[in-house]
Protein backbone atom coordinates (compact mmCIF):
# COMPACT_ATOMS: atom_id res chain seq x y z
CA UNK A 1 0.00 0.00 0.00
CA UNK A 2 1.27 3.41 -0.90
CA UNK A 3 1.77 6.11 1.38
CA UNK A 4 -0.54 8.16 0.10
CA UNK A 5 -3.29 5.46 -0.09
CA UNK A 6 -2.55 5.23 3.78
CA UNK A 7 -3.26 8.67 4.92
CA UNK A 8 -6.33 9.09 2.93
CA UNK A 9 -8.17 6.05 4.03
CA UNK A 10 -6.68 7.09 7.81
CA UNK A 11 -7.92 10.83 7.49
CA UNK A 12 -10.88 9.53 5.82
CA UNK A 13 -11.88 7.42 8.97
CA UNK A 14 -10.04 8.21 11.87
CA UNK A 15 -9.02 11.53 11.67
CA UNK A 16 -12.63 12.64 10.67
CA UNK A 17 -13.80 11.10 13.71
CA UNK A 18 -11.17 12.53 16.13
CA UNK A 19 -11.99 15.83 14.84
CA UNK A 20 -15.16 15.81 14.75
CA UNK A 21 -15.13 14.55 18.56
CA UNK A 22 -12.67 17.44 19.54
CA UNK A 23 -15.16 19.93 17.90
CA UNK A 24 -17.60 18.50 20.37
CA UNK A 25 -15.67 18.61 23.36
CA UNK A 26 -15.17 22.34 23.06
CA UNK A 27 -18.71 23.22 22.16
CA UNK A 28 -19.69 21.17 25.59
CA UNK A 29 -17.16 22.85 27.04
CA UNK A 30 -18.20 25.97 25.90
CA UNK A 31 -21.72 25.94 27.11
CA UNK A 32 -21.35 24.06 30.21
CA UNK A 33 -23.13 24.73 33.65
CA UNK A 34 -21.26 27.56 35.27
CA UNK A 35 -19.16 28.93 32.64
CA UNK A 36 -21.79 32.31 32.45
CA UNK A 37 -19.90 33.52 35.37
CA UNK A 38 -17.03 32.73 33.51
CA UNK A 39 -16.94 34.47 30.15
CA UNK A 40 -19.46 37.37 31.29
CA UNK A 41 -16.47 39.58 31.80
CA UNK A 42 -15.08 38.93 28.13
CA UNK A 43 -18.93 39.55 26.47
CA UNK A 44 -19.44 43.14 28.30
CA UNK A 45 -15.79 44.52 27.08
CA UNK A 46 -17.04 46.72 24.50
CA UNK A 47 -19.86 47.82 26.68
CA UNK A 48 -17.24 49.26 29.74
CA UNK A 49 -16.64 52.65 28.69
CA UNK A 50 -19.74 53.58 26.88
CA UNK A 51 -19.73 57.77 28.36
CA UNK A 52 -15.98 58.23 27.54
CA UNK A 53 -13.14 56.22 26.69
CA UNK A 54 -10.87 53.96 28.78
CA UNK A 55 -8.16 56.19 30.43
CA UNK A 56 -4.26 55.85 29.41
CA UNK A 57 -1.78 53.69 31.12
CA UNK A 58 -0.14 56.61 32.06
CA UNK A 59 -3.13 58.15 33.68
CA UNK A 60 -4.50 54.95 35.64
CA UNK A 61 -0.79 54.93 37.18
CA UNK A 62 -1.13 58.75 38.10
CA UNK A 63 -4.75 57.99 39.74
CA UNK A 64 -3.24 54.59 41.71
CA UNK A 65 -0.69 56.90 42.93
Not at 11 to 17: K, V
Not at 26 to 51: C, L, M
Amino acid sequence: MELYTFLRQFADSWMLLFLFSFFMVVVIWAFRPGSTKAYQDTANIPFRHEDKPAPDRADAAEVRS
